[in-house]
């Protein structure tokens, strides 16, 4: 079974940055898409970042595009994302998700979350 555990939230003060990892484990990840989102409080969970198993065809929400980076090491079968220049309205769970290329166009598969909170 596919499983996804996030790690490395934290508080940290504006302008800081953090980088979050995803630890996939349950399947070859060769197929699939991973991506970032994160869910503030009152909110709608809202995309963040993707990318395919290689770390090419890199997405970014125009919030965090030039601040944050997704990327996987695939030896580790982990996605990172790092948040640089981080803002108070980035605060929020940001959550690893992961889909299957060819069997659905939905993120199917997800983490538990982490807390990300930026104070100003």
């Known amino acids: 079974q596919v499983q996804l555990v996030e790690s490395g939230g934290g508080l940290v003060q504006a302008g800081g940055s953090l980088r979050l990892s995803c630890a996939a484990s349950?399947?070859?990840?060769?197929?699939?898409?991973m991506g970032w989102f994160r869910q503030a409080p009152g909110k709608e969970r809202e995309f963040v970042a993707a990318?395919?198993?290689?770390?090419?065809?890199?997405r970014y929400a125009d919030s965090v595009k030039g601040r944050f980076t997704i990327s996987i090491d695939n030896a580790k079968n982990t996605v990172y994302l790092q948040m640089n220049s981080l803002k108070p309205e980035d605060t929020a769970v940001y959550y690893c998700?992961?889909?299957?290329?060819?069997?659905?166009?939905?993120?199917?598969?997800w983490g538990q979350g982490t807390q990300v909170t930026v104070s100003s």
């Open positions: 990318c395919n198993w290689s770390g090419a065809n890199t």
């Open positions: 998700a992961a889909r299957e290329l060819y069997i659905s166009s939905e993120y199917t598969y």
């Open positions: 349950g399947r070859t990840f060769t197929r699939y898409n």
